[in-house]
């Protein structure tokens, strides 16, 4: 049996200066300065974006 109650959708959609990518986190509050859940996947994504060569994040 597979929880569903926990889940995330990345959502990529080109836009006219790159890619606009909405996170949509599912099943948990995830609020900033959790420590947890919020945090966790803005450190990562920020991660990304310093990996990929952006200069800013959006948020």
Do not use: C, N
Not at 40 to 50: C, F, K, N, P, Y
């Amino acid at each position: 049996m597979i929880d569903t109650s926990l889940g995330f959708t990345i959502t990529l959609k080109p836009v006219a200066d790159g890619t606009r990518m909405t996170f949509d986190l599912r099943g948990v509050a995830g609020v900033e300065g959790d420590g947890l859940f919020y945090d966790g996947w803005q450190d990562v994504l920020d991660s990304r974006g310093q990996y990929l060569g952006q200069s800013q994040t959006a948020r």
